[in-house]
């Protein structure tokens, strides 16, 4: 506990009154310049620094209802498979690691997965979260982003992905290894059925998804200048052709509409 939590804070709620309700965590610092931005003011700026436009994590509730017409959209429930099939441990259980990771973030795995429209044309997105075990894919997070590409197919979708992750999960050995091939199919399904896969790589996107289902996309976007110097950033990999375009956060829905009025001009 800090001199703020101890003193200022009691002081504070002291001072407004005992039923009002005062935030603890007023203020967040952005990783990349290091000020102390209102939290606030953060969250309404779509986790956006004002200084230095670092792009902080962005949860995927906000995702969907910025990116889906009007905030309107359905959330699908993501596939839920066992834990611990292998029954892995370290220096911790995997099925606690697990029970941590849930109740951090409020979600069964590492996926977040909603339909809707986007200027009037069907979508899938799906939402990769760093924040529960970096993003890593295991068989749930596999198996979700096959059902997403499958739910595309069946709906004649656009697949959108935002991705953010590390890579396989190492606690489900060879059978997270597995699902990078098992999403490269389901992603070629999507291709053959004439449906646009569009990714949208988020920091940081690397490992075993990086090389299965996100480097697929007909198109892929990336936000801004994530990395530190001298690290392969959003612009060092447009100019060298894994990236199509950079685009920033508040710029990305009307994009993402462009692309899909060009791409799916059928569902007009």
Request: with cysteine; aromatic share 8%; proline share 4%.
């Amino acid at each position: 506990m800090s001199w703020l939590t101890e003193i200022v804070t009691p002081k504070i709620k002291s001072f407004l009154g005992a039923s009002s309700n005062v935030e603890e965590n007023l203020w967040t610092k952005c990783p990349s310049c290091e000020r102390m931005i209102y939290s606030k003011e953060l969250e309404e700026n779509l986790m956006v620094c004002g200084y230095c436009s670092h792009h902080l994590y962005l949860p995927a509730k906000t995702r969907f209802e910025t990116i889906f017409d009007e905030k309107k959209y359905e959330e699908i429930e993501i596939v839920k498979t066992k834990d611990d099939p292998i029954r892995y441990k370290d220096v911790k259980r995997y099925t606690d690691r697990l029970k941590e990771a849930r109740a951090k973030t409020g979600n069964f795995d590492a996926i977040s997965i909603a339909k809707g429209k986007i200027g009037g044309r069907n979508a899938v997105i799906f939402v990769m979260n760093f924040a529960f075990m970096g993003g890593s894919m295991g068989l749930s997070v596999g198996k979700s982003i096959i059902k997403s590409a499958q739910m595309a197919c069946e709906t004649h979708s656009a697949l959108i992905g935002f991705t953010a992750s590390g890579g396989a999960r190492m606690q489900e050995g060879m059978l997270s290894l597995m699902q990078m091939p098992a999403t490269i199919a389901a992603i070629t399904e999507l291709k053959e059925a004439g449906l646009p896969y569009i990714n949208v790589f988020t920091n940081p996107t690397t490992g075993g998804v990086l090389a299965s289902f996100a480097i697929l996309g007909d198109i892929h976007i990336s936000e801004p200048n994530e990395l530190p110097e001298g690290f392969q950033r959003a612009e060092f990999l447009q100019e060298h052709g894994l990236v199509d375009m950079v685009v920033h956060r508040h710029n990305l829905p009307e994009t993402l509409r462009l692309i899909l009025d060009y791409t799916t001009r059928e569902q007009a």
